[in-house]
């Protein structure tokens, strides 16, 4: 396979030619653990830059893996407000790319950024643990930091006119629903609770084009544009919409180890230690920073 050629994440019969092994070769290396791989979306895939560093480890040349081109200093992943606004006023460096949990790992697994925010539910258990998902990447340097608990809601307009109380009301046909983009936290919370309330896609009403951060379904129900949406109470910010508290999640950040160590990351940390951080969590409201910055997963351990 020319290099040229390869696409970020890879199939199984795609890296056991760019490895030039067969394809049994490769599952038994998932089996054992002992490549890097990941389930996204239910497909098992392998991170192109991932096999390189993969590769580049295993190499006897010690210092193989510092010649692998460095990530942008780019947070990709899901939208998080109080994140967006501690990556600015930190100083950090930190450039923030919205565009889903999913999305934000396929960007880190790419190489095309330094760590990844999401907040992906277990629809088995209904946690949530960036964690085990990070674990099925052996040998590579991955660490997990709790970012904060978040509030999730419904956002609804002002004196909640269609007297919504729980995703279950949604079921009623007039009720025009703004929803995220597939992919993202939001969209996989939404799914588990439907299906909790015994409600299908089917039995919903949608309206217009999926959003693509949290502030985008409270601007839908803002303008009137939608009646109802699944968000975090980050978002609510005025009087012209109200929130219908859910549930409380954990949102993770995943960074590579070595820049974790790096200043860019530090800054952001230690201003999340400050009294300035607390005191803008406590005005957005629906945030638990207790935890923030504590370590998870360790690679390492």
């Known amino acids: 396979m020319n290099t040229r050629e390869v696409p970020d994440l890879l199939t199984v019969s795609e890296v056991a030619d760019y490895l030039r092994v067969r394809e049994r070769t490769i599952y038994e290396l998932v089996r054992t653990q002992r490549i890097p791989n990941c389930k996204l979306s239910g497909k098992l895939?392998?991170?192109?830059?991932?096999?390189?560093?993969?590769?580049?480890?295993?190499?006897?040349?010690?210092?193989?893996?510092?010649?692998l081109t460095a990530p942008p200093a780019v947070i990709a992943g899901s939208h998080d407000p109080l994140l967006e606004w501690a990556a600015r006023q930190s100083k950090s460096g930190l450039a923030i790319l919205v565009d889903g949990s999913t999305g934000g790992m396929h960007r880190l697994l790419a190489g095309q950024a330094i760590a990844c925010g999401l907040h992906l539910?277990?629809?088995?258990?209904?946690?949530?643990?960036?964690?085990?998902?990070?674990?099925?990447l052996p040998g590579l340097d991955f660490v997990v930091i709790e970012w904060a608990h978040r509030q999730q809601g419904l956002i609804v307009a002002a004196g909640n006119p269609a007297n919504l109380k729980g995703i279950a009301d949604l079921g009623k046909r007039d009720l025009r629903i703004a929803t995220r983009q597939p992919g993202s936290g939001s969209a996989l919370l939404f799914a588990k609770l439907l299906a909790d309330a015994g409600l299908s896609s089917?039995?919903?009403?949608?309206?217009?084009?999926?959003?693509?951060?949290?502030?985008?379904?409270?601007?839908?129900?803002r303008e009137g544009k939608a009646d109802v949406g699944l968000a975090i109470k980050a978002v609510v910010g005025d009087e012209a919409v109200e929130f219908v508290p859910l549930l409380w999640e954990r949102f993770d950040l995943v960074v590579r180890r070595f820049d974790y160590f790096e200043r860019p990351f530090q800054?952001?940390?230690?201003?999340?230690?400050?009294?300035?951080?607390?005191?803008?969590?406590?005005?957005?409201?629906g945030y638990d920073t207790t935890r923030t910055g504590t370590v998870v997963f360790n690679g390492r351990r």
Do not use: C
């Not at 539910?121 to 099925?136: E, F, K, N, Q």
């Open 267 to 285: 800054s952001l940390l230690e201003f999340a230690r400050t009294e300035q951080f607390r005191a803008r969590a406590a005005l957005l409201q």
């Open 202 to 221: 089917e039995d919903l009403n949608f309206a217009g084009d999926p959003g693509n951060s949290e502030t985008d379904i409270a601007l839908a129900v």
């Open 45 to 67: 895939l392998f991170p192109k830059r991932l096999i390189e560093l993969w590769v580049a480890q295993s190499a006897e040349y010690p210092h193989a893996t510092t010649h």
């Open 121 to 136: 539910i277990d629809p088995a258990t209904g946690s949530y643990d960036a964690s085990s998902l990070v674990h099925r």
